[in-house]
């Protein structure tokens, strides 16, 4: 896959997922941990986080900054992912879907690596 092609399909999905953050933040907000306090600034602020992330991939000469926010980005939800293992750890079926997304994040890590690195 050419270097712009992977970057432009991730500011595409960036720029859904931060939309629906913030048209829809209600979604989110169980998955933020009560440890880091209230769950509506999170969900906002990472909606806002993923919109500039995607403008940044979007343009060329940012693009390789934004292939580094992505990968900051990716990291920063790893509380999030973990949060709803905690939540379903009840429910076999909702653990199983919240455990597979998981290792869908080294993908989209690696892409965003790709990016960052100019390649």
């Given amino acids: 896959m050419r270097a712009e092609t992977r970057a432009l399909g991730m500011a595409a999905g960036m ?3 931060g939309v629906f953050h913030l048209v829809r933040p209600q979604v989110y907000d169980w998955m933020i941990p009560p440890e880091l306090g209230p769950a509506r600034p999170w969900v906002i602020g990472s909606g806002v986080v993923e919109l500039a992330t995607a403008a940044l991939l979007a343009v060329p000469a940012t693009r390789r900054a934004g292939g580094w926010a992505a990968v900051g980005l990716l990291v920063g939800v790893l509380p999030a992912h973990l ?3 905690r939540v379903t750890r009840r429910s076999p079926v909702e653990l ?4 597979a997304r998981i290792p869908f994040q ?3 890590l690696q892409a965003a690596l790709r990016v960052a690195r100019g390649g």
Avoid: F, K, N
């Fill in 106 to 108: 080294v993908p989209m």
């Fill in 96 to 99: 199983a879907v919240a455990a």
């Fill in 15 to 17: 720029t859904g997922a």
């Fill in 83 to 85: 949060q709803t293992l």
